[in-house]
């Protein structure tokens, strides 16, 4: 019996998990960015709720403080690591 129960719960963390893949995002009036529902910069606008990928059919880019993985890419950290070090070093 119990281990019915666990299957259950896999199964409901599986379908939430697939539903937050999914997830709405708000667009602002004017904005050409879309945001989480979390994000600070829409807690006090009026926004439109809509589906992830109807945002980025609609040309709406991510939000670069809720979607930071999305927006810079470990490669582009990275490069600008390394043109602080090499700034540092020219100075030296
Ligand atoms: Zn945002």
């Not at 999914?22 to 807690?43: L, M, P, Q, S």
């Not at 926004?47 to 930071?68: H, L, V």
Request: net charge positive; with cysteine.
């Amino acid at each position: 019996m119990k281990r019915i129960a666990l299957v259950i719960i896999c199964l409901a963390f599986l379908a939430s998990s697939t539903f937050a893949f999914a997830a709405d995002v708000y667009v602002t009036k004017n904005g050409k960015k879309y945001h989480k529902e979390t994000c600070r910069w829409i807690k006090n606008r009026e926004t439109t709720k809509m589906d992830e990928k109807e945002a980025i059919e609609k040309g709406y880019e991510p939000c670069s403080r809720c979607f930071k993985s999305k927006a810079v890419s470990d490669k582009s950290a990275q490069k600008a690591k390394e043109v602080v070090q090499k700034a540092k070093e020219s100075k030296s």
